[in-house]
């Protein structure tokens, strides 16, 4: 049984259309998760490197 604040939310309607912008934003999201390019990005950016792992730990 839910409380009355979650029962609104679960029977709420969302009847606002999504924007073009909100639609560039989702798909360019979305891209970013192909393949894990993301990860891939920011590793390389933030030089994480096994080498560099290593030598903090010196």
């Not at 360019?28 to 192909?34: L, P």
Request: charged fraction near 35%; hydrophobic fraction near 45%.
């Amino acid at each position: 049984m839910l409380d009355p604040v979650s029962r609104a939310f679960a029977n709420a309607i969302d009847d606002e259309p999504v924007t073009e912008e909100e639609e560039r934003a989702v798909a360019e999201a979305h891209k970013g998760f192909e393949g894990n390019a993301g990860i891939d990005q920011v590793v390389a950016e933030l030089a994480f490197t096994m080498e560099a792992r290593r030598a903090r730990r010196t």
